[in-house]
């Protein structure tokens, strides 16, 4: 009565490969990477042999010859005697400055404008909107290269602070000049003493910090509400202005004055970092205000009435209940911005910005003609930076998204 | 289908770049036409005119070639290079030749692997400043902020100049002679320096020419010339020579004017009937035809010709020959014989 018979138990055949489902995928994965590979081999032996060809091998030696030109930003010690890899760095902290305060920048200017572009007031909306369509629909190198010009072209030069019919003045208790080269800011001083100040700063800004979780706990415990807010400022300024007074002021400021051809003393913001640090937050703030809106629409109208059921005011709404669920939707999006402007940034150059690219993918490489090296670094520059980018915004986003429980 | 299509486009990518690397002289008499680096624009040497048609004196060069080669001074297609992006230009086979204000350097020559087939202009960089500033030497120039092409030598000289003089400077890196301008009448910086020639062209396109002054100093020796790909030494003398060709025609006293009348039939001197294919065979050794260096000559005229009508005295660059005179005149220009 057995009419079962067990599956025909043949050992593997070739043909198997091709013509059995279950090896089938396989076969096609591993002949398609074989293929890729060979592709790329041939790519990478065909540069080679052509350098080689061109009688340049690929070497990274050149990165410890003396670079012979200058850079007028550099956040470390650096002149035209020392190495292009020097040169690089300086170039690469360049970016990751601009980076850094243009991510700061669109942050701050994209919440504002998504927030706003959802406001009741017909005015405000419309304006957003108009702002939003302007700017996202324009090449942000057009908008660097607008920034820059309008830069140039309406600030005074510093010859017009000169003499006694001077026709442009500083600001701020001649403390502050604006100019088409640059800002000119006082910098601060530090004399025997500021330590003291600068610690309690930093221990003031712990003690911040601690509070709000004591505040937290004390609320979650009793209820009451402190007004954190105003005790948090008080905290930040106080304790350092009080120190800072017991010492005897040690801190002093140097204030730019006009000597020779250009201001002297102080910190000069360069017209082309300042070009380049507003024309790509501008841009894309109008991409992350898209995103927050997207957020906060994507929170259910549900939870906005039960706030106010319970009594909640709008802004405790908006900060308690909206945001926080918006934030899981904002955050990705965000990630992929904050990689945009920092790849963007790589348009330096247009403003004689000296970024990673403007010294080693620029001068670096046209004065020692290693296209390939150069290259290849630069790429890396971007992937690590970028990397280092998504690596930190993941993990911010595991920390803000939905924990199931 | 489109599996064949890409694989088609692969193969034929694959056998053009493997045979990029034939003669260029044969690839210029196979496409018909020489492609040509030149700058992104600077008057009197390169700039396209309101019709897109490029004129000047580096592009008479360029010209002088395609007749040469081709019989036409209008086979020629431009291409437009920053300091930044030439080299690579002209070492990935994009263009065929550079002529573009391009400093002859050892590096350049041995390292970047480019052939410098001679030079067209004597030059060395110098500073423009607006007169207002009440400056006189560059010795004056500390603390400066100085606008600068990047990705020349002149950015190097500028930075020994300074370093060797101790006084300080700001540069300002700007990517075309455009920029430069821009920034320097908007006063973004107070100092622009580039090859000399490269001023007086500049100044010369200035509203106000006579605001500004070229300081005294000439810091450091430009020799600019045409140039061409280190290995393919029958295209490079092709260049060469026909750049000599250009310069022979002015010391021997061949005109466009009087060229037509000495190429018809053998005259007296027997180098100018080398030189214009009346006697022996020069054209034929070059891979040319016998007329070769009438055209290259007819094109523009003669090396001296070609200087006055685009950045001659009588011009609004208004440069005099000085160094660029024939050596006969106390100049440094000079030709091997043609024989």
């Known amino acids: 009565m057995s009419a079962i018979t067990d599956p025909p138990k043949d050992g593997f055949r070739p043909s198997m490969l091709i013509y059995d489902s279950r090896y089938r995928s396989m076969t096609i994965q591993v002949v398609a990477l074989m293929l890729f590979m060979l592709g790329v081999g041939w790519l990478v032996s065909n540069a080679a042999a052509n350098l080689a060809a061109l009688g340049k091998p690929l070497g990274f030696s050149f990165l410890s010859d003396p670079a012979g030109y200058d850079i007028n930003q550099r956040l470390i010690e650096y002149n035209s005697q020392m190495s292009h890899g020097r040169a690089a760095i300086v170039g690469l902290l360049n970016t990751l400055l601009v980076a850094v305060m243009g991510c700061a920048l669109a942050t701050v200017l994209g919440v504002t404008i998504g927030i706003l572009r959802l406001s009741h007031n017909w005015l405000v909306a419309r304006l957003m909107t108009l702002y939003i369509e302007t700017l996202r629909n324009v090449p942000v190198l057009l908008w660097i290269v607008l920034m820059m010009a309008v830069f140039i072209e309406s600030f005074p030069r510093p010859n017009d602070f000169r003499g006694d019919n001077a026709t442009a003045s500083m600001y701020l208790n001649d403390s502050v000049a604006l100019t088409n080269r640059g800002f000119y800011i006082p910098k601060p001083e530090f004399f025997d003493g500021s330590l003291i100040v600068v610690l309690t700063f930093l221990l003031s800004i712990v003690a911040i910090y601690v509070f709000g979780k004591w505040s937290k706990a004390r609320q979650a415990a009793t209820g009451q509400i402190l007004p954190n807010g105003w005790i948090k400022l008080a905290i930040f300024f106080v304790p350092s202005i009080i120190i800072y007074f017991i010492m005897g002021s040690p801190i002093g400021l140097e204030l730019p004055v006009l000597k020779g051809f250009n201001f002297k003393g102080g910190f000069h913001m360069r017209n082309s970092l300042i070009a380049l640090w507003l024309a790509l937050s501008f841009y894309t703030a109008a991409f992350i205000a898209e995103n927050v809106r997207a957020g906060i629409q994507a929170v259910d109208k549900g939870q906005s009435e039960a706030a106010a059921a319970l009594g909640l005011r709008p802004n405790r709404t908006m900060k308690l209940v909206i945001l926080p669920q918006a934030l899981r939707v904002i955050i990705p999006p965000l990630i992929s911005q904050y990689l945009n402007l920092t790849k963007n940034s790589s348009l330096a150059i247009a403003v004689g910005y000296m970024d990673v690219t403007g010294t080693l993918g620029g001068i670096t490489l046209n004065q020692t003609g290693r296209e390939m090296e150069c290259l290849l670094l630069l790429m890396l520059c971007y992937l690590i930076i970028s990397l280092s980018i998504s690596g930190v915004m993941n993990w911010y986003n595991e920390s803000v998204k939905l924990k199931e429980r | 289908m489109k599996k064949t299509t890409f694989l088609g486009t692969v193969a034929a990518a694959a056998l053009v770049s493997g045979f990029a690397s034939a003669g260029t002289l ?83 020559d041995v390292d970047l692997k480019f052939t410098f087939v001679g030079v067209n202009y004597y030059d060395g960089q110098g500073f423009m400043v607006p007169k207002a500033l009440g400056v006189s030497s560059a010795k004056d120039l500390d603390g400066a902020t100085v606008c600068i092409q990047t990705g020349t030598t002149t950015e190097l ?72 790909r280190h290995g393919d030494d029958q295209w490079g003398d092709v260049v060469r020579w026909t750049l000599n060709a250009l310069i022979a025609a002015e010391e021997l006293g061949i005109t466009s004017a009087n060229i037509g009348e000495a190429s018809m039939k053998a005259g007296n001197n027997p180098e100018i009937n080398r030189l214009l294919g009346t006697e022996g065979n020069l054209g034929e050794m ?30 609004p660059i208004g440069l005099s020959r000085g160094l660029n005179a024939q050596w006969t005149d106390g100049g440094l220009i000079y030709t091997p014989p043609f024989r």
């Open chain 2, 286 to 315: 070059l891979g040319l035809s016998a007329d070769w260096a009438k055209n290259a000559i007819t094109a523009g005229g003669n090396y001296g010709e070609v200087f006055e009508k685009n950045i001659g005295e009588n011009t």
């Open chain 2, 26 to 108: 044969d690839d210029v008499k196979a496409k018909g036409f020489v492609q040509c680096g030149v700058s992104t624009g600077v008057v009197g040497f390169a700039m396209a005119d309101a019709n897109g048609v490029w004129d000047g004196f580096d592009v008479a060069v360029c010209r002088a070639v395609a007749a040469a080669v081709l019989g036409d001074p209008q086979a020629v297609k431009f291409t437009p290079t920053t300091g930044k992006t030439r080299f690579t230009a002209l070492a990935s086979g994009e263009v065929d030749m550079l002529a573009r204000n391009t400093t002859w350097t050892f590096s350049r």
């Open chain 2, 157 to 228: 000289n500028l930075a020994d100049y300074f370093r060797v003089n101790n006084i300080s400077y700001e540069p300002v890196p700007i990517e075309t002679n455009a920029e430069g301008q821009q920034q320097y009448l908007a006063g973004a910086c107070d100092v622009y320096t580039t090859d000399a020639s490269g001023l007086a062209a500049t100044r010369a396109t200035f509203e106000k020419p006579d605001d500004h002054v070229v300081l005294p100093e000439i810091i450091s020796k430009e020799p600019l010339g045409p140039l061409v």
